[in-house]
């Protein structure tokens, strides 16, 4: 796949809208105009690709919005270098994009077909500072636990406390949190060891569910 001229400047376009929506963190921004969304998803659907909107990437699964993305991911306050724990890889566009921030990135996807499919395309795009890991997200990876940062891409029915427990004291995880239509983003501190938390509360979501055991159970959501 090719990334011309024309992609770039509707990435340029794409990051206007996002502005206008409120981010303001110049490095997700610039991330965002870097990395060619259109790789990510089917070549049928590309002129999708630079509109600020969820879209399809099979397996009943989405790519997040893009203004989503930059939301999470100004959310996180990411610096070069941190060790993040992303939960639902998807088609590795957000992973992309927090490892173009410099992250350490661990990314977990439950479903084996995009599992390998977006390991292949980070691997691609000569991304090196990504683990990717099949498996249930909603415990977590705790053989290299604690992290800086914890991202989850899908909506939760609670905070999982396993993956409290995982986040360095100080650390910071992001997670849409709320029943299977709407989700309120949090962003939740690790204040001290004990598992003490500072949670402050964002706009409403819709994504779609975190199965497993922490998650929602009943995986024919
Ligand atoms: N971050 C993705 C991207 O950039 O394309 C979008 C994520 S999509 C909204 C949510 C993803 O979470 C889906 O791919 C889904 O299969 C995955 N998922 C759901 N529950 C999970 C779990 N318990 N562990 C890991 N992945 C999970």
């Known amino acids: 796949m090719q990334d011309s001229f024309k992609h770039k400047g509707m990435r340029i376009k794409l990051i206007e809208q996002i502005r206008e929506k409120g981010i303001v963190d110049e490095q997700v921004l610039q991330a965002i105009e870097k990395l060619p969304r259109h790789f990510f998803l089917e070549s049928a659907f590309l002129e999708h690709a630079y509109q600020d909107k969820a879209f399809s990437i ?38 992309c994009i927090l490892l173009e921030l410099g992250a350490k990135l661990t990314t977990i996807e439950i479903n084996k077909t995009l599992f390998e499919k ?76 004990k598992g003490e938390v500072e949670i402050e509360t964002f706009d409403n979501f819709r994504f779609v569910p975190l199965i497993g055991k922490f998650g929602w159970q009943d995986q024919n959501l």
């Open 118 to 193: 977006s390991k292949k395309m980070i691997a691609d795009l000569g991304y090196k500072r990504c683990r990717n890991i099949l498996g249930d997200g909603s415990q977590g990876y705790p053989t290299i636990a604690p992290y800086d940062k914890i991202l989850v891409t899908a909506g939760s029915p609670k905070i999982p406390k396993n993956l409290v427990e995982q986040l360095k004291t100080g650390g910071i995880m992001v997670i849409p949190v709320g029943d299977r239509f709407s989700q309120e983003m949090l962003r939740i501190t690790k204040t001290a060891d």
């Open 58 to 95: 099979g397996e009943g699964q989405t790519i997040s919005q893009p203004s989503t993305v930059a939301f999470q991911t100004e959310l996180l306050n990411l610096t070069e270098g941190e060790k993040v724990l992303e939960i639902g890889t998807g088609s590795g566009y957000q992973a």
